[in-house]
């Protein structure tokens, strides 16, 4: 399954969006952090986990999925909330705390919930997993179309609740896609040093559903890959686990010096950004012109620079709002 | 040594990760049972800095970076601990014990029981707790009374540095499951913002704090205030302000939840009739309540106002800093207890 030009455009600006949205985040979150870096100042204060580098596997899955479908995605979210449509203005606001945030402020960076498309993610390691889990369950139960697909990184694979979603997914025979992002850094922890297999495709295996490994990252390889998977789980065939091999360009979070890294890694990293990888991929093969992408790039632009006016400029909620929402 | 060189030495001032680090390391010199394993407590040193240079000493055998799989490691720790091994088992934030509480809640903390006696679990499980950074509600609670709450587990709770050496060598030595909470804005890690107040002088050479013995950080006659951790410092933050009106507040800093000094808080309120518990655990069924009733049971005649908690109200933490910064005890907000009290009749009026 090949995306049409149509659908590569389309994956092509997301990404962009995205990392135009992480990097304004990140300038931002610099604001009243210097020179001395403290997480508590400035105007977005708190944990920044940024996934430049991680966009293909947002939205070459993500293309596939309507709002109906359901999303878990973990604490590094931003990318997957953007393909899956989550309304960037009110997640610009709730990273910023903001009363018009889609959390009224409460959430937070790790705690984006957008109902509305069905998205939702969690701070706590492999918990996005049984959820999807339990919202694939539901459909079935009720008779409504959609999937649920459930994000998580390689280091999550290690997690009991990995496992277990895995095999009660499978035994159940649930419309669920597992998207392990494999960036090969659990923090400071290599996959290598943590993780029995060489990779996690191998291990849905031992869950009776199909596996695949997806090198490259390369949004239209994990098209194809996931297009099939998706297309499996609407049919009533059950679960798929398709494991990505993806970067991390930026820290674990901001204010991580990376001094784990090995010397140079970032930079082989850099130099195989899989943004302008598509774009140079847009213009060879489908004659993506310099007018086009400057226009997509101007859009793209124009989108993260809009929701961020938004969030700077809507007011912080009151204080004793805290109280509020504890139960519904 | 020199006296100047002496003095020097006694002079030396640690952050409380730091005094971790080194109780840690003296116990691995002297007991090869001792080792450490948690996520990135190897060649990182501890996302909050408390197993810094272990590694570099100690090597990888006895110092483990573990996968991501709670429920496996701490299950492991009270398997090695029950084998004649004694781990040093870190849960990144407390938060996230939901992922391993069976092996903590069921196993290590009911295994001795369970044997009657003949099975023991020295593991010391060391956590981080606290907020107001912004980090929201799965990465800045204490639960302290989550854990005081279950028999079978000591609860530590350093304020300064000092005490987090002295307790640390403490729970290493200890026969039992020990859960060591530190708290991350006394951690001295300044990317969180730090309380400077709990970077101390801390000696060199080990020692040892017994459990179940608060310390008078602050003596006074009108007023206890009594708290662990962060607490402790909004106490101390609160008694100088006081001073300045005429008040002497006594603050009571427990360092122990389990076992609880009850007689030293007990001997305190009986000096001074008045009591205020903070805490920057959830109000209801924890801690403060505690307290309070363990003054209340033994002789309600010592209260001269009815006792005042200032504890985190019964809310998921918030992320935005307005919410989150409200919620949060602080040394005001102890004032402002303190006030109430003023116009209130207690026992010996009613
Ligand atoms: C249960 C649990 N354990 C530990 C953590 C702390 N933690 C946050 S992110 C992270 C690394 C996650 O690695 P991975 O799943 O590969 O995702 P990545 O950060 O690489 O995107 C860890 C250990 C947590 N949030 N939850």
């Not at chain 1, 895995?166 to 649930?174: D, E, F, G, S, T």
């Not at chain 1, 997806?214 to 994990?222: L, Q, R």
Request: aromatic content about 8%; some cysteine.
């Amino acid at each position: 399954m090949l995306p049409t030009r149509d659908q590569k455009v389309w994956m092509y600006e997301t990404m962009l969006v995205s990392r135009y949205f992480e990097e304004t985040i990140e300038a931002i979150y610099l604001e009243g952090k210097k020179p001395v870096f403290n997480m508590a100042k400035g105007p977005i204060p708190g944990e920044m986990h940024l996934s430049n580098g991680q966009e293909p596997c947002a939205v070459g899955v993500c293309a596939h999925l309507t709002p109906k479908d359901v999303v878990t995605s973990t604490h590094r979210p931003h990318h997957v909330a953007i393909a899956k449509g989550v309304d960037l203005k009110r997640m610009a606001a709730e990273i910023f705390g903001k009363k018009t945030g889609l959390s009224g402020g409460r959430g937070g960076h790790m705690h984006i919930f957008d109902p509305d498309v069905n998205f939702s993610c969690s701070g706590i390691i492999g918990q996005g997993m049984g959820p999807a889990v339990g919202a694939a369950l539901s459909r079935k139960l009720q008779g409504k179309e959609g999937v649920a697909v459930a994000y998580i990184g390689e280091g999550a694979a290690n997690q009991g609740a990995f496992h277990e979603a895995l095999n009660l997914a499978a035994v159940w025979k649930l419309p669920v896609i597992f998207v392990v992002e494999d960036n090969a850094w659990g923090i400071s922890v290599a996959k290598a040093t943590s993780t029995a297999v060489p990779n996690n495709a191998m291990r849905a295996q031992a869950y009776g559903m199909p596996g695949h490994l997806i090198p490259g990252n390369d949004p239209i390889a994990i098209y194809s890959a996931a297009g099939e998977a998706i297309a499996r789980a609407r049919s009533g065939g059950g679960p798929t686990l398709l494991d990505i091999e993806t970067d991390r360009l930026a820290g674990h979070f901001m204010g991580d010096a990376e001094a784990y890294r090995p010397k140079g890694e970032l930079d082989a990293l850099r130099a195989r950004d899989p943004i302008p990888a598509l774009a140079r991929r847009l213009q060879a093969e489908d004659g993506l012109s310099d007018d086009d992408n400057g226009a997509i790039m101007a859009r793209a632009r124009g989108r993260v620079d809009e929701a961020i006016k938004f969030a700077r400029e809507s007011d912080y909620p009151a204080p004793e709002e805290a109280l509020d929402k504890v139960f519904a | 040594m020199s006296s100047v060189a002496a003095a020097a030495v006694n002079e030396r001032r640690l952050t409380i990760a730091r005094a971790m680090a080194e109780s840690i390391a003296q116990e691995m010199r002297i007991d090869p049972r001792v080792f450490v394993m948690g996520e990135d407590v190897g060649p990182l040193g501890g996302v909050f800095g408390n197993t810094r240079g272990l590694f570099d000493e100690f090597g990888a055998e006895r110092v483990r970076d573990t996968p991501i799989s709670e429920t496996a490691f701490m299950g492991a720790a009270v398997g090695a601990a029950s084998d004649g091994m004694r781990p040093i088992v870190e849960l990144m934030f407390v938060d996230f014990f939901g992922v391993c509480f069976d092996a903590i809640y069921n196993s290590m903390a009911k295994n001795t029981y369970f044997s009657g006696g003949t099975v023991k679990v020295p593991v010391v499980l060391m956590t981080s707790t606290g907020g107001g950074y912004s980090d929201a509600g799965q990465h800045s609670q204490c639960l302290y009374g989550t854990f005081a709450h279950l028999p079978g587990m000591k609860v530590v709770a350093p304020s300064n540095a000092y005490d987090a050496k002295g307790l640390m060598t403490t729970a290493i030595r200890d026969e039992n499951p020990v859960i060591y909470m530190y708290h991350k804005g006394l951690q001295g890690m300044g990317w969180l913002g730090t309380e400077p107040a709990a970077t101390v002088n801390v000696p060199e050479e080990s020692y040892t704090i017994p459990f179940g013995k608060a310390a008078i950080v602050r003596e006074g006659k009108d007023v206890t205030i009594v708290g662990v951790a962060m607490g402790v410092h909004n106490a101390l933050k609160a008694a100088e302000k006081l001073a300045t009106q005429g008040v002497s507040a006594e603050v009571v800093d427990l360092r122990t939840l389990v076992p609880l000094d009850r007689e030293t808080v007990f001997a305190s309120v009986a000096k001074t009739g008045k009591l205020i518990v903070v805490d920057e655990d959830y109000q209801s069924y924890g801690m403060t309540g505690e307290i309070i009733a363990s003054i209340v049971e033994r002789d309600l005649s010592v209260l001269k106002a009815a006792p005042q908690r200032v504890a985190y109200p019964d809310i998921p933490i918030p992320f935005t800093r307005p919410m989150e910064q409200f919620a949060l005890p602080n040394p005001e907000k102890i004032i402002e207890a303190y006030e109430k009290m003023k116009g209130r009749r207690g026992w010996r009026w009613m």
